[in-house]
């Protein structure tokens, strides 16, 4: 059973106000690695591998945000009509102000924000209703 933590509960409050908006299409981004390979020899929580190999995850790995997708928004003028997709990171921190941002975590948002999406570290559901233009 995973553990819960007010970064969790946070998470899940996003998602679940996200999944009310027609435009905005954000995913969990977990990062982190695991082996895999045959399993030779198991004995209670140790695995014996061959063939091992490690499998990294997550996009952006270390500093990648916890969560990722797009907003869908119309372009007007020149490209009247046509729809497209706004890449967003969202890194989201404890409400109580205890999350610290790491280095690579503010390399990511300002790659997100310098190559034409939006990114930002986020500490409430409102901070987010505001980044997102949804009030």
Known sequence: MPIRTLES??????????????????????????????????????????????????????????????????ITASMVGQRVAVFHAVELKNPNGTGRTTPEQLDIISLVNNSGGRGAIINSIQEFRNFIGEE
């Open 9 to 74: 509960d946070f998470k899940k409050d996003i998602l679940k106000f996200v999944a009310t908006l027609k435009n905005v299409n954000l995913f969990n981004n977990p990062i982190g690695q695991a082996w895999s390979g045959k399993t030779v020899k198991r004995t209670g929580t140790t695995i014996v591998l061959a063939f091992a190999r490690r499998i990294a995850f997550g996009v952006f790995g270390a500093g990648g945000s916890d969560l990722i997708g797009w907003k869908t928004i119309t």
